[in-house]
């Protein structure tokens, strides 16, 4: 009833369990809840593949993709050394079965793996992710944000700003 209403954030977690979505400005960034493992601006899943850079063996390597509300057309891969991005629209195109790419990224699928070509021609690594983690991540990425929907939730204010703080020297 109402008593319970009053018991200020703590309540609030325990209806965010429940799977009642709140709005930002009473809600964790993160849920720590266990039911909701995942954030609600972003999602990031850590993924075990392999990466080949100019027919070199493969190696194996831990990659985050990473996606947030906060730059809803953009897709991170996060590798222990560095960092890419491209497009969302290009990783749910691949999976959707059209082979996909701009400057630096190129997709394309299989039933069992996404390949991810990065870099130039002349000096490309080649990423190969177990399909089923990349589906996972690309759905949660939709259910997050639906395609078609990136630029309602694009911050323009934010991205302005931040733009004018990393010119300041």
Known sequence: GMAR??????????RAESGTVLDAETMPTTATCPERTMP???ISKPV???VIIDGTPPNAVEVQLRYSRNDPHAVWMIFPA???CFDRGLLLEALAGVPSGEGDAHIHCDDTNVCVHLGSPADRAHV????????AFAE???????R???STHLD??????????????
């Open 5 to 14: 209403a009053a018991e200020g954030p703590a309540r609030q977690i325990s």
């Open 40 to 42: 609600l601006h972003e």
């Open 48 to 50: 075990s593949g392999h």
């Open 82 to 84: 560095q960092e890419w």
């Open 128 to 135: 190969v992710l177990p399909r089923e983690e990349v589906d």
């Open 140 to 146: 949660a990425s939709t259910n997050l944000i639906p």
């Open 148 to 150: 078609g929907a990136e």
């Open 156 to 169: 323009l204010d934010g991205l302005i700003s931040r733009i004018l703080a990393s010119t300041d020297v």
